[in-house]
């Protein structure tokens, strides 16, 4: 799953999703992308579930591309601890995603089984996607 090595904070604060994608919301390295339309967390987890749903789905035949990471941690407090007592441990890594951010991208010849494809990716995805090809504008 995606992880980074190093990060400079080992804990950040939650922050805001408001606004649209300012960058990453274009299809830039394949021909049809799928874009998220509302805002929320995608934990690793998540992100490698999809890709693995959309390759077998397209039986290896494109090239995908992730354009998220999950670079920001979540923390939790473990299970029966009373409140209090600081911040709990990093649990896991999520991407922030704001509408318009292109999640994954296809380079492929046959794009009927990719815009397939990338609809079944779409359903393991907490938040709401759209199948977009290179020269539709958001």
Not at 18 to 36: C, E, H, K, P, Y
Request: aromatic share 6%; hydrophobic share 40%.
């Amino acid at each position: 799953m995606l992880a980074p090595k190093r990060v400079k904070w080992r804990k950040v604060q939650r922050g805001r999703m408001r606004g649209v994608a300012q960058t990453g919301n274009d299809v830039s390295f394949g021909d049809i992308g799928l874009m998220a339309i509302e805002c929320g967390y995608l934990s690793s987890r998540q992100i490698e579930s999809a890709r693995i749903s959309m390759t077998r789905k397209m039986k290896r035949g494109a090239k995908v591309f992730i354009r998220i990471y999950p670079d920001k941690p979540v923390t939790k407090k473990p299970a029966e601890t009373r409140m209090g007592k600081g911040k709990g441990p990093p649990d896991h890594w999520v991407a922030v995603v704001r509408p318009g951010t292109m999640l994954y991208e296809v380079l492929a010849d046959d794009v009927t089984g990719v815009k397939a494809a990338l609809e079944v990716a779409a359903h393991k995805l907490p938040v709401k996607c759209r199948v977009v090809t290179k020269g539709e504008i958001a």
